[in-house]
């Protein structure tokens, strides 16, 4: 496969992602329960994201050499962070609601940031 699909990939899982975390914070927000869909469409995210990040990755030829950049880490540490947001969002419900409103995205803005400089 291309880089570029590799990297459209990548883009549907964060948008699933933030989909299903939306969808959670809102539920949070409105002191509702769990959500089988969104829990379910947040894992099969962090799933399509995680591989097609590493397909992204053997293209441009990262994969062959260790370590990593430091950029790379750091995504995913913030992978491994977006992938625990649920278990924050529960645990805070409706009174951190709007913190996690508007942390998440700035998370997934680094992210995409990281991807695009690569310092």
Same mark, same amino acid.
């Given at each position: 496969? *291309?880089? @570029?699909? @590799? =990297?459209? #990939?990548?883009?549907?899982?964060? !948008? &699933? $992602? !933030?989909?299903?975390?939306? *969808? ?8 509702? /329960?769990? *959500? =089988?869909?969104?829990? +379910?469409?947040? /894992?099969? +995210? ?7 990040? !590493?397909?992204?990755?053997? =293209? &441009?030829?990262? *994969?062959?050499? !260790? ?14 962070? $977006? ?9 805070? /419900? +409706?009174?951190?609601?709007? #913190?996690?409103?508007? #942390? ?9 940031? $990281?991807? $695009?400089? =690569?310092?």
């Amino acid at each position: 496969m *291309s880089i @570029y699909v @590799y =990297k459209t #990939l990548h883009l549907i899982g964060m !948008f &699933l $992602l !933030f989909t299903a975390l939306g *969808s959670m914070i809102q539920r949070a927000a409105d002191g509702e /329960g769990r *959500s =089988k869909i969104a829990g +379910a469409t947040h /894992g099969a +995210a962090l799933l399509l994201i995680l591989v097609a990040g !590493f397909g992204a990755m053997a =293209k &441009l030829g990262l *994969s062959s050499g !260790f370590p990593w950049p430091g950029w790379v880490w750091l995504k995913i540490v913030l992978w491994l962070v $977006l992938g625990a947001a649920p278990v924050f969002i529960r645990r805070g /419900g +409706a009174k951190l609601a709007t #913190l996690w409103w508007w #942390l998440l995205p700035l998370v997934g803005g680094l992210a995409g940031w $990281l991807a $695009l400089a =690569k310092p």
